[in-house]
């Protein structure tokens, strides 16, 4: 039997994690509404040393979306619920320097931690892209879990429940 | 509904539990063991460990497989919104609570950053415009 010869123009089919919030959390932003009128979007800063950089990383790696990016020191990125702001320390206005003069660094423990249907499967992709992990896969309690750095040595933990333990937290 | 997911290193999970409850609104989801909590405030799941051994349970705060420890600290932080930032910082300041700097105001609005027990920051903002805030309208 003669091939398909559209088949060449067809895209390899890959597998993509369903992400209902996020859609969710884009189409209510996109209609300009909010329901219910008490929620409120998780926002975190992160402090980045190379903008440019952190914003392809989590992009390109990590699913975020780019919202705002209005100056050289400053860019928003979203991930369904999350506002993830990120800042060059020692920026235009100083807004982050403290009054003794000390200026915010990259890194530290603190982390976002980022829930990923297969984290075994996630974690081969991005090592494949040359993403450093601070740890192997570890098993803990309600979940399965890994710790990955940005290009300014930022924390973020991928996690994978395990069995049902999550599911009261997580909805 | 909390969605997202942010861990913080704490010294000592009791005494955070309190502080992030009583000061700055969250409620207490789960406190299962003395190392781990989980609390939340809207969208925002807060979980409080507190740094474990190589061999004991709580997956997110043992050390490093190259020994480093987990530690507080640092300046990478979640945000939290609210409608007086003068008025809470000085209630605040009244219980007690240590903070990092004055009130700055930077583009988007003004902001501070307060410390909780373990020295952790927590930056509190109070938008001047209406695409930085955080909340619904």
Redesign the interface.
């Known amino acids: 039997m003669t091939p398909d010869p559209l088949n060449a123009l067809r895209l390899p089919i890959v597998p993509v994690v369903p992400r209902p ?1 996020f859609a969710a959390a884009l189409l209510r932003r996109l209609e300009e509404r ?1 329901a219910p ?11 980045v040393n190379d903008l440019d950089a952190a914003v392809a990383f989590y992009c390109q790696n990590l699913d975020f979306e780019e919202e ?1 990016r ?2 050289p020191v ?1 860019a928003m990125l979203y991930r ?4 993830l ?1 990120l800042s060059v ?1 020692g920026g235009p ?1 100083g ?2 320097t ?2 003794d003069g000390t200026v ?12 990923v249907a297969d984290l075994a499967g996630t974690v081969g992709t991005l090592r494949e892209r040359g993403v450093h992990f ?3 896969v ?4 309600g ?3 890994i ?1 990955l750095q940005d290009p300014s040595g ?1 924390l973020v ?1 991928l ?1 994978e429940p395990r069995a049902r333990y999550h599911e009261r ?3 | 509904m909390s969605t997202v997911s942010v861990r913080y290193i704490v010294n000592d999970v009791d005494a955070a539990v309190a502080f992030y409850s009583q000061h700055l609104g969250f409620r207490e989801e789960m406190h299962p063991a003395s190392a781990f909590a989980m609390l939340s405030r809207g969208d925002l799941r807060l979980v409080l460990v507190s740094p474990v051994g190589a061999d004991q349970p709580g997956g997110g705060s043992r050390p490093m497989p190259d020994g480093r420890k987990q530690e507080p600290g640092g300046w990478n932080r979640f945000m939290l919104e609210v409608g007086d930032l003068a008025a809470t910082v000085e209630a605040l300041r009244k219980k007690g609570v240590h903070f990092r700097n004055d009130i700055v105001t930077g583009v988007g609005g003004k902001q501070i950053l307060l410390d909780d027990p373990s020295g952790n920051p927590v930056e509190l903002f109070e938008p001047t415009r209406p695409e930085a805030r955080l909340a619904s309208p």
Request: avoid cysteine.
């Open positions: 919030e909010e009128r008490t929620r409120q979007t998780a926002t975190v800063r992160y402090f705002l209005p100056s400053f369904g619920d999350l506002r702001l320390p206005g807004a982050h403290l009054p915010p660094e990259p890194g530290g423990w603190n982390r976002i931690s980022l829930q601070r740890t192997d570890v098993r803990g309690v979940v399965t879990q710790l930022n933990e996690f937290g997580a909805r």
